[in-house]
């Protein structure tokens, strides 16, 4: 199958919450965010199509004004621009409300830290929002201060509640590797009386990524049945569907032929695992990207097989 030059359309999520037509979103002032921090693709400054659809579904409000969606998971494959519409989220919300409360988890406290004080803070100290933020460094207490009184800080699944009384945005990023609700349990309380929301982003996970599986099957379940119940957005490629063929990859990654190449695209294919590839690139789960093996794992049967092996 060749490989495509230039830019295509983008591709639609295999599974979308229907947008309520005539809502009111915060995706405009997420946009301008987005401009503002100085994030650009091959089409321009700002964020890409499925960023903004994304945005504009996530951040609905209801006829008084509040968050429609109190949860809102977001499954989407490796290195599509997740990272870059988060901070875009919490730095546009920190600064459309005072005192705004956002809690973030990575998929450990150290992949946290380095994105805040290593990835964020120096694209807004070179931001136009410089003189808005300042930052706190001490380990365990990490966070960015918004001249406004809203604050970003770290939250872990170690601890016991997320930082602070009350809480404005939860974001639990890279899903796929919590073990368990332990994260999501410790947000909920704090978020009981405020107009707040839990956002739950991540690629496909692995045999052990039971929080993020049993979120995105739910979602998918309420949307077969069209029963209500949070907002749920899903790229991921069919199961029958050829992992090795351009077409596929064209038919649900959103980033392609804008921040990512198929050429690179074929080339990780042609290097990793196709499990993991599958898992990571397509957004398909164990059952699909690993059939057969969830007893005795693909690497021990090729060994037992193998001439001369006991």
């Known amino acids: 199958m060749p490989i495509s030059r230039g830019f295509s359309p983008p591709c639609r999520p295999r599974f979308a919450t229907a947008p309520v037509p ?108 410089a003189p808005l933020v300042d930052i706190r460094k001490g380990s365990g207490s990490e966070a960015l201060l918004f001249a406004n009184g809203s604050m970003l800080s770290l939250v872990t699944a170690e601890e016991t509640s997320a930082h602070g009384d009350n809480l404005d945005l939860g974001v639990i990023d890279e899903a796929w590797a919590q073990r368990d609700d332990r994260l999501e ?28 599986r049993r979120k995105v099957f739910e979602a998918r379940e309420r949307l077969e049945a069209g029963e209500p119940g949070g907002c749920y957005i899903g790229y991921s490629a069919p199961d029958d569907a050829d992992p090795g063929d351009p077409v596929t990859w064209r038919g649900c990654m959103p980033a392609l032929g804008i921040t990512v190449s198929e050429e690179t695209v074929a080339t990780d294919y042609q290097d990793m695992d196709e499990p993991e590839f599958r898992r990571a690139y397509l957004c398909q789960w164990p059952e699909v990207a690993k059939p057969g093996w969830g007893v005795i794992g693909q690497d021990a049967w090729s060994a037992a097989a193998a001439p001369g092996a006991a």
Do not use: C
């Open 185 to 212: 349990q410790a947000m909920r309380p704090a978020m009981m009386t405020r107009d707040a929301q839990l956002l739950i982003v991540s690629a496909a996970g692995n045999e052990k990524s039971e929080y993020f």
């Open 22 to 129: 005539g809502r009111a979103n915060l995706a405009e002032g997420i946009a301008r965010t987005a401009v503002v921090l100085g994030f650009k693709t091959s089409l321009g400054p700002g964020l890409m199509p499925w960023q903004h659809e994304a945005n504009q579904l996530v951040t609905e409000l209801d006829g008084s004004g509040r968050l429609a969606h109190r949860q809102a998971v977001i499954e989407v494959m490796r290195q599509q621009g997740k990272s870059v519409d988060l901070l875009s989220i919490m730095v546009a919300r920190a600064l459309r409300r005072p005192d705004m409360q956002i809690a973030y988890a990575a998929q450990s406290g150290k992949e946290a830290r380095h994105r805040l004080v290593d990835v964020w803070w120096p694209r807004i100290r070179k931001s136009k929002l």
